[in-house]
């Protein structure tokens, strides 16, 4: 397991990082969950950044990502992708997860992002199973990380107790390998 996964609980619209990701709708904005902290705490400047992308290109498909100012949050950078909708996993919602973590550590690479944080994305209202989310988050993560010395760190930042300890398992489990 790469050394530079970090894993922390909390509040990811109060992380001192280079760019937050945004577990983002298609629409761009705006939501429930960490989509509407994100859009709360960073303010007007976000939505409107989110507004001109979409007059551009029409919103975010699933599995791509999109980049903003962090307007009045920590971050520099807000990450906005788009996690696929979990329906028995028939429609390909795996590998779409694991381009929301690809997609965005890309961007990061293209923005001269050195720190990132990710929420457990696509695990609330989208339903993806936890287990699931979490293990694909950290291999594809980890893989990335085996071919790019120019991200230092990547934090998993868990919400709620389960994601946690989902991500906490995996990553000791991962190290001791």
């Known amino acids: 397991m790469d050394k530079r996964i970090k894993l922390q609980q909390g509040d990811i619209t109060k992380l001192?990082?280079?760019?937050?990701v945004n577990a983002a709708n298609t629409s761009l904005l705006g939501g429930g969950g960490v989509d509407g902290a994100i859009h709360r705490a960073g303010g007007k400047q976000i939505l409107d950044e989110c507004i001109?992308?979409?007059?551009?290109?029409?919103g975010c498909p699933t599995g791509e990502a999109v980049i903003t100012t962090g307007g009045n949050l920590p971050a520099k950078y807000v990450i906005h992708t788009v996690g696929p909708v979990w329906n028995g996993g028939k429609s390909n919602q795996r590998e779409l997860l694991a381009n929301c973590y690809r997609n965005s550590l890309n961007l990061a690479i293209d923005n001269h992002i050195k720190t990132i944080a990710f929420p457990n994305i696509s695990t609330g209202i989208y339903h993806f199973p936890k287990s699931d989310a979490a293990e694909i988050a950290v291999s594809t993560v980890n893989d990335f990380l085996q071919n790019n010395e120019t991200i230092e760190e990547v934090i998993f930042i868990c919400f709620d107790d389960e994601n946690y300890k989902l991500y906490e398992n995996?990553?000791?489990?991962?190290?001791?390998h």
């Open 16 to 20: 001192n990082v280079d760019a937050i």
């Open 52 to 58: 001109a992308i979409r007059n551009k290109q029409g």
């Open 170 to 176: 995996l990553l000791s489990t991962k190290k001791a």
